[in-house]
C-alpha cells in the first residue's frame, strides 16, 4: 500500500477487515459484513472489490459508495470507472464533496484529487459535472464557472441547472441593464434542462411567475411549478405545491366576551406563525430575501436594502434596536413587526395575513 493509500485508512480500519476474515467461514453473514463496513473504508472498499469479483453475491457500488464517503479516494475512482449508471451522477457529485471534505488537507490531498478528476475527465465527462458541484459548494465561482462551461458543452442537464442558477444570482445582482445577458443564458439552459431536472423547471416557472427575465406567463409557471413538485418527490409538502393549492381560510370571528390583550389595545394583531407560512416562504423565494431581511435585486432595493415595489416593502429584520416593520403592505397601510413573533397594526387575523402575504406574491412582474 503507497503512503497515499496509507493516508487514507487507519491501522485500525485494516485490523477490524482482517479480524473479521479471520472469523469462521459459517459466521459470515450480510448484516455483519454491513456492521464493519459501515464506518470502515478499507473494508468497504475490499467487500466491493470481492463483489465485483464475484466472491460475494451484492452490489459493489453501495459498499464503494460508503468507503468515498468516508474519505477512500480509490473506492471514488472506482466507482467513476466502473458504476456511473448504477449511482448516477447526482448521488456522485455528493460523494466527491464528501470523500474530499472528509480528511484534512494531509500533503495537499484536496489539491491531489482535484487534479486526478480533471486528468480523468477527458475519459469520464461526467466529472466536469462532478468538480463543477465541488466548486459551487465552495463558492469558487471561477472554478464553478469554468467546469459548468465544460460540463454544458457536452449536454450534462445537472450543470445546466447549477450554471443557471448561479447565472441568476448573477443577474439579479447586476440588475437588469448589466444582468440581461447572464439572464439570458440562464433561461436557455433552464428551457433545455426542464425535462429531465426537476429544479430547472421550478426555477423556469418561478422566473416566468415574475416575469423578471422572461415575459410572465403565470399558466405555463403553474404547469411547471406543479411538475418540479410531482418530480422532486416532495410532494404535498413542497412549498409550491401548498401555495397553489391551500388556500387560507377565513378568520375565526371573535366571540362577543372577548377581552383584549394589551397588544390588541395598542391597535395590533399576534399573528405567531406568519413567517413560517408556505405564502412567506414563496415570497422569500422570489424575492431573492435572504434570511436577515436584505435582497440580492438590485433593481427592487429598497433604501434599507430590503425588497420593494409598488404594493409592500420588505425591511431588514434585525434593524440594531430600530423598531421598524419588517413589511409594510402598501394598499392598505398595514405594518408587520418583530420577525419571529410578528404582530400587525390591524385586525386582520393569521388567514387575512395570509391573504395579504399572497397579494404580495401576486405584485411582482406587475408593471
Same mark, same amino acid.
Request: charge should be negative.
Given at each position: 500500500?503507497?503512503?497515499?493509500?496509507? #493516508?487514507?485508512?487507519?491501522?485500525?480500519? +485494516?485490523?477490524?477487515?482482517?479480524?473479521?476474515?479471520?472469523?469462521? !467461514?459459517?459466521?459470515?453473514?450480510?448484516?455483519?459484513? %454491513?456492521?464493519?463496513?459501515?464506518?470502515?473504508?478499507?473494508?468497504?472498499?475490499?467487500?466491493?472489490?470481492?463483489?465485483?469479483?464475484?466472491?460475494?453475491?451484492?452490489?459493489?457500488?453501495?459498499? &464503494?459508495?460508503?468507503?468515498?464517503?468516508?474519505?477512500?479516494?480509490?473506492?471514488?475512482?472506482?466507482?467513476?470507472?466502473?458504476?456511473?449508471?448504477?449511482?448516477?451522477?447526482?448521488?456522485?457529485?455528493?460523494?466527491?464533496?464528501? @470523500?474530499?471534505?472528509?480528511?484534512?488537507?494531509?500533503?495537499?490531498?484536496?489539491?491531489? &484529487?482535484?487534479?486526478?478528476?480533471?486528468?480523468?475527465?477527458?475519459?469520464?465527462?461526467?466529472? %466536469?459535472?462532478?468538480?463543477?458541484?465541488?466548486?459551487?459548494?465552495?463558492?469558487?465561482?471561477?472554478?464553478?464557472?469554468?467546469?459548468?462551461?465544460?460540463?454544458?458543452?457536452?449536454?450534462?442537464?445537472?450543470?445546466?441547472?447549477?450554471?443557471?442558477?448561479?447565472?441568476? #444570482?448573477?443577474?439579479?445582482?447586476?440588475?437588469?441593464?448589466?444582468?440581461?445577458?447572464?439572464?439570458?443564458?440562464?433561461?436557455?439552459?433552464?428551457?433545455?434542462?426542464?425535462?429531465? +431536472?426537476?429544479?430547472?423547471?421550478?426555477?423556469?416557472?418561478? $422566473? *416566468? %411567475?415574475?416575469?423578471?427575465?422572461?415575459? @410572465?406567463?403565470?399558466?405555463?409557471?403553474?404547469?411547471? *411549478? #406543479?411538475?418540479?413538485?410531482?418530480?422532486?418527490?416532495?410532494?404535498?409538502?413542497?412549498?409550491?405545491?401548498?401555495?397553489?393549492? $391551500?388556500?387560507?381560510?377565513?378568520? #375565526?370571528?371573535?366571540?362577543?366576551?372577548?377581552?383584549?390583550?394589551?397588544?390588541?389595545?395598542?391597535?395590533?394583531?399576534?399573528?405567531?406563525?406568519?413567517?413560517?407560512?408556505?405564502?412567506?416562504?414563496?415570497?422569500?423565494?422570489?424575492?431573492?430575501?435572504?434570511?436577515?431581511?436584505?435582497?440580492?435585486?438590485?433593481?427592487?432595493?429598497?433604501?434599507?436594502?430590503?425588497?420593494?415595489?409598488?404594493?409592500?416593502?420588505?425591511?431588514?429584520?434585525?434593524?440594531?434596536?430600530?423598531? *421598524?416593520?419588517?413589511?409594510?403592505?402598501?394598499?392598505?397601510?398595514?405594518?408587520?413587526?418583530?420577525?419571529?413573533?410578528?404582530? &400587525?397594526?390591524? !385586525?386582520?387575523?393569521?388567514?387575512?395575513?395570509?391573504?395579504? *402575504?399572497?397579494?404580495?406574491? $401576486?405584485?411582482?412582474?406587475?408593471?
Amino acid at each position: 500500500m503507497s503512503w497515499k493509500e496509507q #493516508e487514507e485508512y487507519s491501522e485500525w480500519n +485494516v485490523k477490524e477487515y482482517e479480524d473479521y476474515l479471520a472469523r469462521p !467461514k459459517d459466521d459470515f453473514g450480510y448484516n455483519r459484513m %454491513w456492521d464493519v463496513a459501515k464506518y470502515n473504508p478499507y473494508a468497504a472498499y475490499m467487500f466491493a472489490r470481492r463483489m465485483e469479483n464475484g466472491e460475494i453475491d451484492d452490489q459493489a457500488c453501495h459498499y &464503494l459508495s460508503r468507503s468515498a464517503e468516508y474519505g477512500c479516494s480509490r473506492a471514488f475512482w472506482r466507482l467513476v470507472t466502473n458504476h456511473p449508471g448504477e449511482i448516477g451522477v447526482r448521488n456522485l457529485c455528493v460523494v466527491f464533496d464528501r @470523500c474530499v471534505g472528509f480528511r484534512e488537507d494531509v500533503y495537499g490531498r484536496e489539491q491531489r &484529487l482535484v487534479r486526478t478528476a480533471e486528468g480523468l475527465a477527458e475519459d469520464h465527462p461526467v466529472l %466536469w459535472t462532478v468538480l463543477a458541484y465541488y466548486s459551487l459548494c465552495r463558492r469558487d465561482l471561477e472554478a464553478f464557472d469554468g467546469y459548468s462551461a465544460k460540463a454544458c458543452q457536452i449536454g450534462d442537464v445537472h450543470s445546466m441547472y447549477m450554471r443557471a442558477y448561479r447565472l441568476l #444570482e448573477a443577474a439579479v445582482s447586476a440588475g437588469a441593464e448589466k444582468g440581461r445577458e447572464a439572464a439570458d443564458e440562464a433561461i436557455q439552459l433552464l428551457e433545455s434542462s426542464i425535462s429531465e +431536472v426537476w429544479e430547472s423547471a421550478r426555477l423556469l416557472g418561478e $422566473e *416566468l %411567475w415574475t416575469g423578471r427575465w422572461i415575459p @410572465c406567463d403565470r399558466d405555463r409557471a403553474v404547469v411547471l *411549478l #406543479e411538475d418540479a413538485a410531482r418530480r422532486s418527490g416532495h410532494g404535498h409538502r413542497d412549498i409550491w405545491a401548498r401555495y397553489l393549492r $391551500e388556500m387560507p381560510g377565513e378568520d #375565526e370571528r371573535e366571540p362577543w366576551d372577548h377581552i383584549p390583550t394589551g397588544l390588541e389595545r395598542m391597535g395590533f394583531r399576534e399573528c405567531p406563525g406568519l413567517t413560517d407560512t408556505v405564502e412567506w416562504k414563496v415570497l422569500m423565494r422570489l424575492t431573492h430575501t435572504n434570511r436577515d431581511g436584505f435582497t440580492a435585486c438590485r433593481d427592487d432595493m429598497g433604501a434599507n436594502g430590503g425588497f420593494e415595489n409598488g404594493v409592500f416593502r420588505i425591511n431588514p429584520f434585525f434593524s440594531e434596536g430600530l423598531e *421598524l416593520p419588517f413589511l409594510v403592505f402598501k394598499p392598505a397601510d398595514i405594518h408587520v413587526y418583530d420577525h419571529d413573533s410578528p404582530r &400587525l397594526d390591524s !385586525k386582520t387575523g393569521i388567514n387575512g395575513a395570509r391573504m395579504m *402575504l399572497r397579494a404580495c406574491v $401576486e405584485s411582482l412582474g406587475v408593471e
